[in-house]
C-alpha cells in the first residue's frame, strides 16, 4: 500500500514556473514507477510524465517536453514536477500516481495503482 500526497499547486501568470512536490509513504518506494496525470475541467484525465524505479528513464506527453521536468528522490521518497513556461491550457488538477513495477517503461494513465487526491495547477493569462 502507498499513500500519495502532493503539493505546490497555485495561481501563476503564464510564463511562470511551478514545482510539484509529492510525498510518498511506504519503505518500498524505490520498487516503484511514478507518474504525473492532469485534469482540466470538464476533461479527461491525461498523461504528464512518468519516470522508472532508478529515474534513469523518462517519458512526458509531447505538450510539454522542453518545458517539464519529472524526478525523484528514492532516499526522500518524493517525486517532483518542475513546470517552467506555464500555459493557461496546462491549467488543471495534478495527480501523482504509481505502479509497482521495475519496468523502465512508460507508466500511462492506465497501468496505476495508487493515485493521490491532486493539487491545482491555476495558470492566468
Known amino acids: 500500500q502507498v499513500q500519495l500526497v502532493e503539493s505546490g499547486g497555485g495561481l501563476v501568470q503564464a510564463g511562470g514556473s511551478l514545482r510539484l512536490s509529492c510525498a510518498a509513504s511506504?519503505?518500498?518506494?524505490?520498487?516503484?514507477?511514478m507518474a504525473w496525470s492532469r485534469q482540466a475541467p470538464g476533461k479527461e484525465r491525461e498523461f504528464v510524465a512518468s519516470?522508472?524505479?532508478?529515474?534513469?528513464?523518462?517519458y512526458y506527453t509531447d505538450s510539454v517536453k522542453g518545458r517539464f521536468t519529472i524526478s525523484r528522490d528514492n532516499a526522500k521518497n518524493m517525486v517532483y514536477l518542475q513546470m517552467t513556461s506555464l500555459k493557461p491550457e496546462n491549467t488543471a488538477v495534478y495527480y501523482c500516481?504509481?505502479?509497482?513495477?521495475?519496468?523502465?517503461?512508460?507508466?500511462?494513465?492506465?497501468?496505476?495503482?495508487?493515485w493521490g487526491k491532486g493539487t491545482l495547477v491555476t495558470v492566468s493569462s
Open positions: 519516470i522508472d524505479w532508478s529515474g534513469g528513464s523518462t
Open positions: 500516481a504509481a505502479r509497482r513495477s521495475l519496468s523502465r517503461s512508460k507508466l500511462d494513465t492506465g497501468d496505476i495503482d495508487y
Open positions: 511506504g519503505r518500498t518506494f524505490s520498487g516503484y514507477g
